[in-house]
T-cell receptor, first 113, second 113 residues
Framework: DTEVTQTPKHLVMGMTNKKSLKCEQH?????MYWYKQKAKKPPELMFV???????INESVPSRFSPECPNSSLLNLHLHALQPEDSALYLC????????????FGPGTRLTVT | GQNIDQPTEMTATEGAIVQINCTYQ??????LFWYQQHAGEAPTFLSY????GLEEKGRFSSFLSRSKGYSYLLLKELQMKDSASYLC??????????????FGTGTKLQVIP
């Protein structure tokens, strides 16, 4: 199994809503990542978890709150988002944060109204 | 800081060879990745270079020169399905022993009959 899964595929939410994005992998990878990708732009790193601990937070606003309940799961909790937060949110995993490629999930297309 | 440059767009003919260049200026270097991303989909891993030289994998080859801060991705026997964006990404060390991957803006390749 070399797959990273993400749910939901699409999400529309208002600025006062609370929602969560979910990511799962069963490859035994110990590093997991959240990226944000706007149209025609490259993925931008948001958070890195290494061995279930948050190791990198790229100065992401607190309205985005990551959580790693166990080594296979990664969540991104969303609250009070802005329309400019609309983007494709990609989850990725790798064996660890060393010299290994990242496997990406299909992403969640988020629209904030 | 990190600066990664790629041409924005390229067009090539089916069956031909195309070379996509990437130049980088980063604080530290621990490897360079190439990813392919079809429109609306997640990036998929193509290649990884950490030492100078050419890595070949089927129709795809990637070259790295660390002294020049330069890499290229070579695609041979182009097929229509190769139409996609190609992302160059550099891994660099952060404080605390962590690693961060930064993506270039990507090169949109269009393969024409």
């Amino acid at each position: 199994d070399t797959e990273v899964t993400q749910t939901p595929k699409h999400l529309v939410m208002g600025m006062t809503n609370k929602k969560s994005l979910k990511c799962e992998q069963h490859m035994g990878h110990r590093a997991m990542y959240w990226y944000k990708q706007k149209a025609k732009k490259p993925p931008e790193l948001m958070f890195v978890y290494s061995y279930e601990k948050l190791s990198i937070n790229e100065s992401v606003p607190s309205r985005f709150s990551p959580e790693c309940p166990n080594s296979s799961l990664l969540n991104l909790h969303l609250h009070a988002l802005q329309p400019e937060d609309s983007a494709l949110y990609l989850c990725a995993s790798s064996q660890d944060t060393g010299h290994y490629e990242q496997y990406f999930g299909p992403g969640t297309r988020l629209t904030v109204t | 800081g990190q600066n990664i440059d790629q041409p924005t767009e390229m067009t090539a003919t089916e069956g031909a060879i195309v070379q996509i260049n990437c130049t980088y200026q980063t604080s530290g270097f621990n490897g360079l990745f190439w990813y392919q991303q079809h429109a609306g989909e997640a990036p998929t891993f193509l290649s990884y270079n950490v030492l100078d030289g050419l890595e070949e994998k089927g129709r795809f080859s990637s070259f790295l020169s660390r002294s020049k801060g330069y890499s290229y991705l070579l695609l041979k026997e182009l097929q229509m399905k190769d139409s996609a964006s190609y992302l160059c990404a550099v891994r660099a060390p952060l404080r605390g022993g962590y690693q961060k991957v930064t993506f270039g803006t990507g090169t949109k390749l269009q393969v024409i009959p």
